[in-house]
């Protein structure tokens, strides 16, 4: 069902759609470490449309995985279900690209879409070398220069879009007086989607979401867990004046191991994880060592706020949720609240969703009809009353929390290869909810997919193993140095002093506006160099009187501990 050709890919979107509508994504390789995939201005990720692009090793042309996207699904005041949510755009797109009108339309239109088409790529070595050059900040590069930090406010756009560094903290992208993007990892991709379109991959009603993503890897030949790995970071805006209730966000991955049709499928509660491994000791693509594929959710959205720091260790979502028991109240992030598989067919129980409903019914927890998720077997055909959270859990659930946190139902390890299930083509999907998405709210998705391959021929070094040791290592990287992957740019601010003046020349007053000289001293200068006019400045914004200084040049320096700099001015 998801093998198609990138022409008969257009076709049927031409067909399906109005002109109007068919907005072909565009794409830009991530491409600095041990993988190679592409990035997409659309819900769907890393496939070409032609077949899958996931390259483990770098350049060796074989795949883990064949497609990723998030899924995004809640209820309004009245029960109606809002649904936006891709897999292979076989039918079309849920997404357009772009921001939406801040007014409570969460509107936009093929125009604007048109103008966003688009992805501003940035090598963390290039930034680098600009910030220590002399060009910087005065001739800086072109993805400085149109990095787009603004949205378009005569649209009805919200000012602040991509995230960047404000040397003099006024809110203004102003390259030409240093600021610079905001990135993340070593190469990085950014771009901005919304759903508010016809939705013809899900079917569904659109919410009036507005999502920026970077994509980003890290080039760390030392750090085999980040050179193996491509992290996405998602900020979901709700632009609609609609409150959803029952909200979750699902992570939807096609894992495929080299040969796609002999895979196993798992999921590791602890670690907010699930990965895909061969069932076979061999792969046809891959051979004698054939790699194990994650999935991680390194930090979902905010659990619903109840005025008190929740704490670590419950039988709860704090088992592989993040800022539990942190001392600060509703601050909690939610990880893998669920987990389901579902196979490469039209079963009317567990194969492929088809409408809205069905991918809502997954993300829930149930099958794609609305039946319960139950422990054992295939989920479905069981002898076991205890409903689950997780499917093929092995062993990781140590809580039990997938079954109600009381004793852990039989079989005790639950997992593919104790069943000896026939291997196939699996489709893997966590869900983070559910959360009551408020108008106007924000949340973010932290996500990383991480490839491990173990080249030992013994049971207990499995690339499995190696996987979930790489997994670990982020994880607890993730938690105890944020600022690789939350908070802080990774490139350092460079401190020189930089300004401008204006108007220059002039008559009253000359406005002075930088960066690297708060506190600093001034002094004005005649040509002759004497000095006229001293004082302090207290902000990196100030205004100086020149009202009682002669027609003539000047020259104003500015003074701090270490640095100096002066320029010249023409008083009339």
């Not at 501003?120 to 001739?139: F, G």
């Not at 997780?390 to 852990?408: A, E, H």
Request: aromatic fraction near 14%; glycine fraction near 8%; proline fraction near 5%.
């Amino acid at each position: 069902m998801k093998k198609i050709t990138l022409f008969a890919f257009i076709i049927i979107l031409i067909s399906n759609q109005s002109f109007s509508q068919v907005q072909i994504p565009v794409c830009d390789t991530l491409s600095i470490n041990n993988i190679k995939t592409l990035a997409w201005t659309t819900g769907t990720q890393f496939t070409n449309f032609s077949g899958p692009y996931y390259q483990y090793p770098n350049g060796s042309g074989k795949n883990t995985i064949y497609c990723s996207s998030l899924w995004y699904g809640g209820k309004d005041n009245l029960g109606n279900l809002h649904f936006a949510g891709e897999r292979y755009n076989q039918v079309g797109f849920d997404f357009w690209t772009g921001p939406l009108k801040t007014n409570g339309t969460a509107s936009t239109d093929p125009a604007t879409s048109s103008l966003w088409k688009k992805l501003w790529k940035i090598n963390k070595l290039d930034l680098t070398n600009y910030l220590n050059s002399s060009a910087y900040p005065s001739n800086p590069p072109t993805y400085v220069l149109n990095w787009p930090a603004h949205g378009d406010t005569s649209l009805q756009q919200s000012y602040q879009l991509a995230p960047f560094i404000d040397i003099n903290n006024n809110g203004v992208y102003e390259p030409l007086l240093g600021d610079y993007p905001k990135i993340y990892g070593d190469q990085c991709l950014f771009f901005i989607i919304n759903d508010q379109k016809t939705h013809h991959e899900s079917q569904g009603i659109p919410i009036g979401l507005e999502i920026h993503v970077f994509a980003y890897a890290f080039n760390t030949p030392s750090d085999s867990a980040l050179y193996n790995s491509i992290f996405y970071k998602y900020k979901i805006i709700n632009r609609s004046t609609t409150t959803y209730n029952d909200f979750y966000v699902g992570l939807f991955t096609d894992l495929d191991i080299g040969y796609a049709y002999n895979d196993y499928v798992a999921c590791d509660v602890e670690r907010a994880s699930y990965y895909a491994y061969n069932a076979t000791p061999s792969d046809a693509v891959y051979g004698n060592f054939p790699p194990a594929q994650g999935v991680t959710i390194l930090g979902g959205p905010k659990k619903d706020a109840d005025g008190i720091d929740n704490p670590m260790g419950g039988c709860n979502y704090s088992v592989n949720g993040t800022n539990f028991g942190d001392n600060i109240a509703d601050n909690e992030r939610l990880g893998m609240c669920r987990f389901v598989y579902y196979n490469n067919d039209n079963n009317p129980i567990n194969g492929e969703p088809t409408v809205d409903s069905n991918s809502y019914n997954y993300m829930s927890g149930f099958w794609k009809n609305g039946q319960p998720l139950k422990w054992g077997a295939d989920g479905v055909n069981t002898t076991s009353s205890s409903t689950a959270r997780f499917m093929f859990p092995g062993l990781s659930d140590t809580l039990n929390w997938g079954t109600g946190c009381g004793l852990r139902p039989i079989p005790n390890d639950w997992s593919e290869v104790d069943l000896q299930n026939t291997p196939g083509d699996r489709r893997g999907l966590a869900s983070m909810g559910p959360f009551t998405f408020n108008a106007g709210a924000t949340q973010y998705v932290d996500i990383v997919y991480t490839t491990a391959t173990s080249y030992s021929f013994k049971s207990s070094s499995t690339s499995v193993d190696v996987l979930k040791q790489r997994i670990d290592h982020i994880r607890d990287l993730y938690l105890t140095n944020p600022s690789v992957f939350q908070d802080n740019v990774s490139v350092a601010e460079k401190k020189t002093l930089q300004f401008k003046i204006y108007p220059n020349p002039s008559s009253d007053f000359i406005n002075i506006e930088g960066n690297g000289w708060l506190k600093s001293i001034f002094t004005i200068f005649n040509i002759v160099g004497q000095s006229v006019k001293t004082g302090n400045l207290e902000s990196n914004t100030s205004k100086i009187s020149i009202a009682n200084l002669n027609a003539g040049i000047y020259f104003i320096q500015f003074k701090t501990e270490d640095k100096s700099k002066t320029i010249k001015f023409i008083k009339r």
